[in-house]
């Protein structure tokens, strides 16, 4: 019903720069949220940062300054990553907060893609 397509991970220096992809398809409504969670190994996944349809934007304290969320269009969202550290190194998860159709049906859920992997080392 809804697929999540990430793109832009990679491996980068500590002080570079990254700029995660996300373009959400389907049978789409109307989206609430979007935005990006990571899970670093060991640890349990996190908000990073969160965009709402209204004008609302959240990050997690570890990255304000540094990340940046942003949407192109109606369903795609960005994060720029600068200034990265070590301590980012992630999976990093694209996610959103929508209706879907399914039919005459309508059901408002949360959806997750697959993940793309973010490795900051020298």
């Known amino acids: 019903q809804v697929q999540l397509v990430e793109s832009g991970g990679g491996l980068v220096q500590p002080g570079g720069s990254l700029r995660l992809s996300c373009a959400a398809s389907?049978?789409?409504?109307?989206?609430?949220?979007m935005g990006w969670y990571r899970q670093a190994p060991g640890k349990q996944r996190e908000m990073v940062a969160i965009?709402?349809?209204?004008?609302?934007t959240n990050y997690a304290d570890s990255v304000k300054g540094r990340f940046t969320i942003s949407r192109d269009n109606v369903n795609s969202v960005y994060l720029q990553m600068n200034s990265l550290e070590p301590e980012d190194t992630a999976v990093y998860y694209c996610?959103?907060?929508?209706?879907?159709?399914?039919?005459?049906?309508?059901?408002?859920?949360?959806?997750w893609g697959q993940g793309t992997q973010v490795t900051v080392s020298s």
């Open positions: 996610y959103v907060n929508t209706t879907a159709k399914m039919g005459a049906l309508m059901r408002r859920r949360d959806y």
């Open positions: 389907g049978n789409i409504f109307s989206i609430y949220e």
């Open positions: 965009m709402s349809t209204s004008i609302s």
